[in-house]
């Protein structure tokens, strides 16, 4: 951990509001991304990236620095997504949840009056309403884990201890949702 | 490329991923080419930018959390310093008026014992003052009780708000693949 992020999280472990402030600057876009991406919806990803900062503040202290920040962040990240999503699904009447195939529409296709995932306050350009398909319809843990890759900047390594499976079968996961995405993005003609 | 990969094949091109030395064999190292690529090229796709307001909401969250309990302590503190405020009133009152029925040797309130300010106060003729005064105490008085209760019942919501992340978090040293 470099010395400013370290000063950084010393100066928020105090209650400091301008070391809060530096760490959303530092993460928020990524937390956010990641957030968005998972869930699908602005709404949900200001909400849990709001509630990630609540925690922070409550739980700053728990962080050990032995190990690396932004995966100690994006580990309760992902518990924060997972718990929405078995939220969502637990709501009456609303989904199905016996589509095991990857080719089954997602939950959040299935939720009746599906918010487009254009919402305002977002810039027009960053929307990629396809991408969110596509992503939408991988196996929810297939996408945590490429979404981890990129936001969390997490090596499989540290994956495969997240999920608690074994390292081979991280890759397989990730390189089989990859092809997924780029066959249902419609831009499959990969030179390799 | 659709090549078929073993597990063990997908492992040791995870590791060369990961920056550890491996020595791949060439169908590994296309594996491992195409995987960069593709993950390159969804990562120019992934990132979204979320409005400045966005951030500001959050920030302005995080500061009412942050200041939320040095509030209370403030307005504790406020309420303790005006019940010793009207405490002082009250003596201040007790010693500008002729309340002592029996003077104390030297003739100053300043030297009478708390028995005798007890008497004394119980033997104003100016009751009506008094009345407000001992009014104004238990209204503060209660004020402070108040806040009191609110604040150890906050901290016990905290601490049970706390135990119950700490299980949450313990509980949960790897994610568990989600249902599809």
């Keep these: 951990m470099d010395d400013r992020l370290r000063a950084t999280i010393g100066q928020a472990r105090k209650g400091d509001a301008e ?40 739980r700053l202290k728990s962080y050990d620095e032995r190990g690396r920040f932004d995966q100690w962040l994006f580990r309760i990240a992902a518990n924060m997504v997972r718990d929405r999503i078995r939220r969502r699904r637990a709501a009456p009447n609303v989904l199905s949840f016996t589509a095991a195939d ?29 991408l969110q398909q596509a992503l939408e319809r991988l196996e929810p843990t297939t996408r945590q884990m490429v979404l981890l890759r990129h936001f969390g900047q997490m090596s499989f390594k540290e994956i495969a201890g997240m999920f608690g499976c074994p390292l081979g079968t991280v890759l397989a996961r990730v390189h089989r949702g990859l092809r997924k995405l780029r066959e249902l993005m419609g831009d499959e003609h990969d030179p390799a | 490329m659709n090549m078929i990969l073993r597990e063990e094949q997908y492992e040791r091109i995870a590791r060369w991923l ?92 300043a030297h009478a014992t708390h028995q005798e300010l007890f008497a004394a106060l119980h033997a104003s003729t100016d009751a009506g003052e008094l009345d407000l005064v001992d009014r104004d105490l238990s209204e503060l008085e209660a004020d402070v009780l108040v806040i009191q209760a609110a604040t150890a019942e906050d901290l016990r919501l905290k601490a049970l708000e706390r135990e119950i992340e700490e299980f949450w978090l313990d509980h949960s040293p790897t994610l568990k693949p989600i249902e599809g």
């Design chain 1, 19 to 58: 070391g809060f402030r530096a760490l959303l600057k530092a993460y928020g876009p990524r937390l956010y991304g990641y957030f968005f991406r998972a869930t699908g919806r602005h709404h949900d990803a200001e909400d849990l990236l709001g509630e990630m900062m609540l925690r922070l503040v409550r």
């Design chain 1, 102 to 130: 990857e080719d089954a529409p997602s939950p959040d296709e299935q939720v009746p009056g599906r918010e487009p995932p254009v919402e305002s306050g977002v810039l027009a350009e960053e929307v990629t309403a396809d």
């Design chain 2, 18 to 109: 990961d920056g550890e030395t491996v020595d791949l064999t060439s169908d590994e190292q296309a594996a491992a080419r195409e995987m960069r690529e593709r993950e390159n090229l969804l990562s120019e796709r992934l990132d979204v930018h979320a409005a400045p307001e966005v951030f500001a909401r959050i920030e302005r969250r995080v500061g009412a959390e942050l200041a939320r309990p040095r509030v209370r302590w403030v307005w504790a503190g406020a309420a303790v310093a005006a019940a010793a405020a009207v405490v002082l009133a009250a003596l201040w009152f007790l010693r500008t008026e002729d309340v002592s029925p029996t003077p104390a040797p030297g003739g100053g309130l």
